[in-house]
């Protein structure tokens, strides 16, 4: 199995803002240290985050690291005209080495879409659809090949050439999706891509897996395209802790959510003035719930050695190749004390119970 861990500090005003680059810095390289498989970095603009370039800080951070893979958590498609995404995503592939698993989302909150034009009702499934059908086509483009034209909700262009560079992985770098649609487990399986589900544990994500396996199977994949899918599908929750004890994993966390409520409430209401703005009338998104208490209440899960253990072996036991730890985000030193008992603890007491094991059922599919 392997393990990923995402690094998300948070910034409390401008006289923070340099300590919290460093701290991302610091925690990707301690993660690196301590055997990690893969290090995220998320895209988060406004309110206290500082991952406004998340392909930027990949940059930085590969000639940084000596053993893991990174990623995104992911990158905001809708953000960025598919051409620069596709070559922004080629370098990156080639700076790694073709280390890279590039997080692809549509996750946008209605404030960081205000601030960028887009319309809040389009960009979370029409514009990520548009982008992300582009990226496909631009990939396969060769220099002699017809012109490619984009007409999409938001970005328009004529591609008359190859992109350049070329991936370092031909044809294309290593992606995986959010799987949140129907529409997005088809593509992605179509595709050949892994995917993450944003639920709380392995028995919350047993549909849509189920969902993405037969849909996945369907399309025929030779033996290594469903044995990476299968290594690299894994599920994302916004906040673990872990601690010798449960009863010190409680403690812990309650103190790490406090300091971090401000910057969830700053967050909401920003998106609630960004709504008023463009007058809409639709439910909240998922990605805004993903700020309320409530949300943040059912998606976590924190505890002892044992209780990781078991909680762990959940999704051992589901198939999945990867786990996800996405710890609650540090604001400061003593925040940042604890995150890395945490990511210690978690590294040197629960990953090594599962180290070698492989999931199955890709295998299985094709005897």
């Known amino acids: 199995m392997r393990f990923a861990i995402s690094t998300i500090p948070l910034s409390y005003g401008p006289q923070h803002d340099e300590w919290v680059m460093e701290a991302e810095l610091r925690m990707a390289q301690m993660a690196d240290g301590l055997g990690y ?16 370039n998340p392909l930027l800080s990949l940059a930085t951070l590969a000639p940084r690291l000596t053993h893991a893979w990174l990623g995104t958590g992911v990158v905001l498609v809708p953000n960025y005209h598919p051409i620069r995404l596709a070559e922004m995503l080629n370098i990156i592939d080639h700076y790694t080495k073709g280390k890279a698993i590039i997080g692809l989302g549509s996750g946008m909150s209605p404030e960081d879409a205000v601030a960028f034009g887009f319309e809040v009702a389009q960009q979370t499934e029409r514009m990520f659809n548009d982008n992300i059908d582009a990226l496909i086509a631009l990939w396969k483009k060769q220099s002699d090949d017809p012109a490619i034209t984009i007409d999409g909700a938001h970005y328009k262009g004529t591609l008359l050439e190859r ?3 070329t991936p370092y992985r031909k044809h294309q770098p290593y992606v995986k999706t959010t799987a949140s649609s129907d529409v997005h487990i088809e593509r992605a399986a179509r595709e050949g891509w892994p995917v993450f589900f944003i639920k709380r544990d392995a028995e919350d994500a047993s549909d849509l897996f189920k969902k993405y396996q037969t849909a996945l199977f369907s399309h025929n994949h030779p033996a290594n395209v469903l044995a990476h899918c299968a290594d690299w599908t894994s599920v994302a929750k916004p906040s673990m802790h872990v601690a010798e004890t449960d009863e010190q994993a409680a403690a812990e966390w309650t103190y790490l959510d406090g300091r971090v409520k401000p910057f969830m409430r700053t967050k909401l209401a920003y998106n609630e003035r960004a709504r ?4 809409l009338k639709m439910p909240p998104a998922n990605v ?3 700020h309320t208490e409530e949300f943040r209440a059912k998606m976590t899960v924190y505890g002892g050695i044992d209780t990781m253990i078991e909680h ?6 589901a198939g999945y190749g990867m786990f996800h730890l996405s710890l609650i985000s540090p604001v400061d030193e003593e925040g940042m004390a604890i995150w890395e008992r945490s990511v210690t603890l978690f590294a040197e007491k629960v990953m090594p119970h599962f180290r070698g094991v492989k999931p199955t059922w890709a295998k299985a599919a094709i005897g």
């Open 37 to 52: 498989d893969l290090v995220m970095v998320g895209e988060r603009h406004f309110s206290g985050a500082v991952g406004g």
């Open 163 to 165: 992109i350049t560079p």
């Open 276 to 279: 008023e703005l463009q007058g």
């Open 288 to 290: 805004e719930l993903r």
């Open 312 to 317: 762990v072996r959940g999704f051992e036991d």
